[in-house]
Every structure is written in structure tokens, then in C-alpha cells.
């Protein structure tokens, strides 16, 4: 990786000779550049490089007047009220082996027992975001966007893509939507 900084500019080269398709740079220029939002990238296939020409940076994290006190009260009610619903819903998921829900400290772990595994949710304090752990869909960062928490990378709420992953472990309907800070239903 080389970086060359003109005052706000930056211009930085990513070799990604390890990726299989050079449509998974997004992926890599998320985990190299966490703080910066990148806003122009272009790839060489020839040369397997990617030229980021533009960024702001500010943490993607940051939008509106979102300040860190009003995050850690965002980030723990939403926390909280996903822990409540969720020890609601394993007590009702007869066929789950051993489900545990623990949640301390920012972090709440969801154990759902074999074949299902695990989903850890907790608060990044530094990025403002709330990530997610799934055994299902993988890692994902979400930043808090018009009133819910939103993954940037295909627009997905947190609740809504909870509501998919758990209602098919629970082979039930549940709704996410109930808790706090969930995207609000479109109105007709």
C-alpha cells in the first residue's frame, strides 16, 4: 500500500492480488480504512490495483449532530430492548438446545445452541456504530441513519435482517420492529 497526502486529498494504491474478483474491494477498503469515508475509487484490473482518489476524513460513522452521549444513549437502548426481546424469544423456541442470552458492558450475545450458533451485537464507541456477529450473514457495521441503524453496504436495517435470520432459526414470525430504534414501517 502506498499513500500520498495533498492537503485534504489523499491518493492511496491498494494491491489486492489476494482478492478472487476485484468486485470485493469494497470489502477490503471498509476493513483498511475504517475511519475514512472513501468517496472515489477506481480499479485496474491489468494491474490489480485500486486508486482512491478522494476522501473526507471523518468517520463514516459521523452524520447529523449525532455527539457521543447521545450515541451511548441510542446504542444502550437499543441494546437493552433487543435483549429483552430476544430472552423472550428463546424461551419460546422449545427446539433450540441450551439457548443463552447475556448481555453486559455494551455487548449482547445470543447463543442459540447447535446447528444455529452464536450472534454477538455490541456498541463501537469510537466508530458511533453497533456491529453484529452472525452466524449466518457474517460481520456487519452499522452507523445509525434517520432514526435506525443501517448497513451502509446494501442499506439493510439491523432489525429488518434480524427479523429474516431469526425467524428462520425459531421457524417462526418474529418482529424486531418492536424494539427500540427500528425502521419505522413506510406509511401508505
Known amino acids: 500500500m502506498s499513500f500520498r497526502l495533498f492537503g485534504r486529498r489523499l491518493a492511496t494504491v491498494v494491491t489486492y492480488r489476494h482478492l478472487a474478483h476485484p468486485l470485493c474491494y469494497c470489502s477490503l477498503l471498509h476493513v483498511s480504512f475504517p475511519f475514512v469515508n472513501v468517496q472515489k475509487a477506481t480499479v485496474n484490473p491489468s494491474n490489480r490495483n485500486i486508486l482512491i482518489s478522494e476522501y473526507s ?11 457521543l452521549a447521545d450515541y451511548e444513549r441510542i446504542s444502550e437502548d437499543t441494546l437493552e430492548t433487543l435483549t429483552e426481546y ?9 427446539h ?15 447463543q442459540f445452541g447447535e446447528p444455529y450458533g ?42 429488518d435482517l434480524l427479523n429474516e435470520e431469526i425467524s428462520k432459526i425459531l421457524q417462526q414470525s418474529v418482529d424486531f420492529k418492536r424494539c427500540s430504534y427500528s425502521k419505522p414501517e413506510k406509511q401508505k
Open 57 to 67: 476524513n471523518e468517520s463514516s460513522a459521523i452524520t447529523g449532530n449525532l455527539t
Open 118 to 159: 452464536t450472534y454477538v451485537i455490541n456498541r463501537q464507541s469510537p466508530n458511533l456504530q453497533i456491529w453484529l456477529s452472525s452466524p449466518t450473514s457474517g460481520p456487519k457495521r452499522y452507523d445509525f441513519l434517520d432514526g435506525h441503524w443501517v448497513y451502509r453496504h446494501d442499506g439493510v436495517s439491523l432489525h
Open 96 to 110: 433450540l438446545n441450551s439457548p443463552d442470552v447475556i448481555y453486559g458492558d455494551g455487548v449482547l450475545t445470543v
Open 86 to 94: 430476544f430472552e423472550e424469544l428463546v424461551e419460546e423456541g422449545a
